[in-house]
């Protein structure tokens, strides 16, 4: 809620009643505890995207949407600052005929990232060159051309995630250096 002009506050109030079918409460009641503390530091875009504007997106991938959409800005500034603000990268790659792509690159980047199963090399360059194919023939402007093909090379050049960590707070990509 809104507690006056930039400044909201926030009040979470929960009646928490275990699942029917669970056995063992710590485990619900683990879970619950890990995702209330995690919730102080979501990021508020990626809030934003998951609870407002794109509940079909989720927490995650919002997350890795506002992670990508912050690391673009100071590399893709240097090309034209104006054009590659961070307020127009956010409303490019967030635009209604664009979010299906950007939630494709962030399923990519879950699987690329995977503990149980990530993705090889080989099946991340197919995977992204059908992505970008499809970047080709359905996005009609360029900038969000541009900026969703910079997404996935963003991918290609992650070293590290924490996103599947379960005690996480924050959610840091830590890029190659090439």
Known sequence: MEDGPGRRVGLIRCLVRPPEDCADLSDAFEQLERNIKRIKWLDPFATDLALERYPWLGTRRAEIVAALGSLMHPIMTKRDSVTYSKANIVS??????????????????????????????????????????????????????????????????????????????VYPLRPRIV
């Open 92 to 169: 490019s790659i967030t635009h209604e005929r664009c979010i299906a792509h950007t939630a494709a690159i962030a399923e990519l980047f879950m699987d690329r990232f995977d503990p149980e199963a990530p993705l090889s090399d080989e099946a991340l360059e197919e995977k992204a060159a059908r992505l970008r194919a499809e970047i080709e023939r359905g996005v009609e402007e360029m900038t969000a051309s541009i900026l969703l093909n910079k997404m996935i090379d963003i991918i290609f050049h992650t070293k590290k995630t924490n996103l599947f960590m379960k005690n996480r707070c």
